[in-house]
């Protein structure tokens, strides 16, 4: 059985919670394949750092509710454990329709128990009318118990405890506030773990705290990962070869996207813009989301690999920037301080950091022939940045609405093509559109490495 961590809402405390449980199964020998629920990737790259395996992203808007199942079938094969992590609070999703892609709908298609995160700081008595009103909200989800977070002493925990015998929910877990482990953030979340070399040690005291912190001896028979049919995935004949920039800058990728690439013929060449003095000698070029503006000094005085990149492109190879591999392939950035540095130069505009966040799903639609998409279709995305362009295309790639409900009343034009690049800041999930990465290595197998 697979298990559901929720948070009541976001700040709860539930990726600290999920990677103490991570970790500690991790450190007990088990065999975890996690996932995570909504576009997110910072989360999924701790959630692979503790466990060794990749993390699949369950996101019903970006795919659909019928990927769900099997997703999770095809990568909880010959492991131990599967742990699911949610995204802000249970019931909180999309606005439109309301509550699509949250935890719960998630959680009640695949008819997985959750696991319930509670913030306790500045909360008694009242905790019982809130896990009440979590357990009656829905009767057919199945909260299977409350994890207690930031429980401040033990007559704290006494008070709490008592509280919640009427509602008969058991309490899973107990983290109090002295034990809690502080990740770093930013401007869009967490910091990449390519960016914290005290990880390793961090995880291994997420294990202790794991290992004390759950009521294991309760937990442990609703942890046992399901036995789903497995599902067969041929995989094709190398039939062209694609450098995909993988960085410090450039982490921002759905496992899925890579594999979906991978088991269409595709050879992925991962390389360093950042520390590679050469670019790879390959027929497509992948430049994922990340944070060039934090490194942007650094991709600057890689001249050799600017030049190199802009006579590639030029030349015609296909190529694709999504969010800050877009940013990367405009004339300049320019970071929260005002400082300017020269990017690639394959797109006549400027990219310039703020304070307003970007921030939600789309729906888009084409009005060019790109090496991805063909004009006219129809897209699911997602937005997550605190960039703008100084220039938009006088022909834009998409016309977008804030809102998956169909029909489209485009409220806003995106994103850049050229005859042989498509870079946008809309970001992409492959898992029910596998014909976007076959259209991408089918515009790649008729160009010659260079």
Same mark, same amino acid.
């Given at each position: 059985?697979?298990?559901?961590?929720?948070?009541?809402?976001?700040?709860?405390?539930?990726?600290?919670?999920?990677?103490?449980?991570?970790?500690?199964?991790?450190?007990?020998?088990?065999?975890?394949?996690?996932?995570?629920?909504?576009?997110?990737?910072?989360?999924?790259?701790?959630?692979?750092?503790?466990?060794?395996?990749?993390?699949?992203?369950?996101?019903?808007?970006?795919?659909?509710?019928?990927?769900?199942?099997?997703?999770?079938?095809?990568?909880?094969?010959?492991?131990?454990?599967?742990?699911?992590?949610?995204?802000?609070?249970?019931?909180?999703?999309?606005?439109?329709?309301?509550?699509?892609?949250?935890?719960?709908?998630?959680?009640?298609?695949?008819?997985?128990?959750?696991?319930?995160?509670?913030?306790?700081?500045?909360?008694?008595?009242?905790?019982?009318?809130?896990?009440?009103?979590?357990?009656?909200?829905?009767?057919?989800?199945?909260?299977?118990?409350?994890?207690?977070?930031?429980?401040?002493?033990?007559?704290?925990?006494?008070?709490?405890?008592?509280?919640?015998?009427?509602?008969?929910?058991?309490?899973?877990?107990?983290?109090?506030?002295?034990?809690?482990?502080?990740?770093?953030?930013?401007?869009?979340?967490?910091?990449?773990?390519?960016?914290?070399?005290?990880?390793?040690?961090?995880?291994?005291?997420?294990?202790?705290?794991?290992?004390?912190?759950?009521?294991?001896?309760?937990?442990?028979?609703?942890?046992?990962?399901?036995?789903?049919?497995?599902?067969?995935?041929?995989?094709?004949?190398? *039939?062209?070869?694609?450098?995909? $920039? #993988?960085?410090? +800058?450039?982490?921002?990728? !759905?496992? =899925?996207?890579?594999? @979906?690439?991978?088991?269409?013929?595709?050879?992925?060449?991962?390389?360093?813009?950042?520390?590679?003095?050469?670019?790879?000698?390959?027929?497509?070029?992948?430049?994922?989301?990340?944070?060039?503006?934090?490194?942007?000094?650094?991709?600057?005085?890689?001249?050799? *690999?600017?030049?190199?990149?802009? $006579? #590639?492109?030029? +030349?015609?190879?296909?190529? !694709?920037? =999504?969010?800050?591999? @877009?940013?990367?392939?405009?004339?300049?950035?320019?970071?929260?301080?005002?400082?300017?540095?020269?990017?690639?130069?394959?797109?006549?505009?400027?990219?310039?950091?703020?304070?307003?966040?970007?921030?939600?799903?789309?729906?888009?639609?084409?009005?060019?022939?790109?090496?991805?998409?063909?004009?006219?279709?129809?897209?699911?995305?997602?937005?997550?940045?605190?960039?703008?362009?100084?220039?938009?295309?006088?022909?834009?790639?998409?016309?977008?609405?804030?809102?998956?409900?169909?029909?489209?009343?485009?409220?806003?034009?995106?994103?850049?093509?050229?005859?042989?690049?498509?870079?946008?800041?809309?970001?992409?999930?492959?898992?029910?559109?596998?014909?976007?990465?076959?259209?991408?290595?089918?515009?790649?197998?008729?160009?010659?490495?260079?």
């Amino acid at each position: 059985m697979s298990i559901v961590i929720a948070g009541e809402r976001s700040g709860s405390g539930k990726t600290t919670v999920t990677l103490a449980l991570l970790a500690a199964l991790t450190a007990r020998g088990d065999r975890v394949q996690s996932f995570k629920v909504g576009p997110d990737y910072i989360d999924p790259m701790f959630h692979a750092y503790v466990t060794g395996r990749p993390c699949y992203n369950l996101d019903p808007v970006l795919t659909s509710l019928e990927y769900l199942r099997p997703c999770l079938a095809r990568h909880t094969q010959n492991v131990d454990v599967a742990v699911v992590e949610g995204v802000m609070g249970l019931f909180d999703g999309a606005v439109d329709p309301p509550g699509a892609g949250s935890t719960a709908e998630v959680a009640h298609q695949l008819k997985l128990p959750i696991l319930l995160v509670v913030n306790c700081q500045s909360m008694s008595h009242s905790i019982a009318a809130l896990v009440k009103g979590f357990t009656s909200l829905d009767p057919n989800l199945p909260i299977a118990g409350v994890v207690l977070n930031k429980v401040g002493s033990d007559r704290h925990l006494e008070i709490l405890t008592t509280a919640l015998k009427p509602t008969h929910i058991p309490i899973l877990g107990v983290f109090r506030r002295e034990d809690a482990i502080s990740l770093p953030d930013r401007h869009l979340g967490l910091v990449p773990t390519d960016e914290l070399p005290e990880l390793e040690e961090i995880v291994d005291r997420l294990a202790v705290l794991g290992e004390k912190c759950f009521n294991w001896h309760m937990l442990q028979p609703l942890l046992r990962a399901g036995q789903e049919r497995e599902i067969e995935t041929k995989i094709l004949p190398k *039939v062209t070869s694609i450098a995909v $920039a #993988k960085d410090a +800058a450039f982490s921002f990728y !759905y496992a =899925e996207n890579l594999e @979906l690439l991978e088991s269409l013929g595709a050879e992925l060449v991962y390389w360093s813009p950042l520390k590679d003095q050469v670019v790879p000698n390959t027929q497509g070029l992948y430049f994922g989301g990340g944070f060039p503006e934090m490194f942007a000094a650094e991709l600057a005085a890689n001249v050799a *690999v600017r030049e190199s990149l802009l $006579a #590639k492109i030029q +030349a015609g190879t296909p190529t !694709y920037g =999504e969010c800050g591999g @877009l940013m990367y392939l405009t004339e300049s950035v320019t970071d929260f301080a005002g400082c300017s540095y020269p990017m690639v130069g394959a797109l006549p505009t400027t990219s310039i950091m703020g304070q307003r966040l970007t921030l939600g799903y789309r729906l888009a639609v084409s009005h060019a022939n790109t090496p991805l998409v063909t004009k006219g279709e129809i897209l699911k995305g997602h937005e997550f940045h605190r960039s703008a362009l100084t220039t938009n295309s006088t022909s834009p790639l998409f016309q977008m609405q804030r809102s998956t409900a169909l029909p489209i009343n485009p409220e806003l034009s995106e994103g850049w093509h050229l005859p042989h690049v498509h870079a946008s800041y809309l970001h992409l999930h492959w898992g029910c559109t596998p014909h976007i990465p076959q259209r991408f290595i089918q515009s790649c197998q008729g160009t010659k490495q260079h």
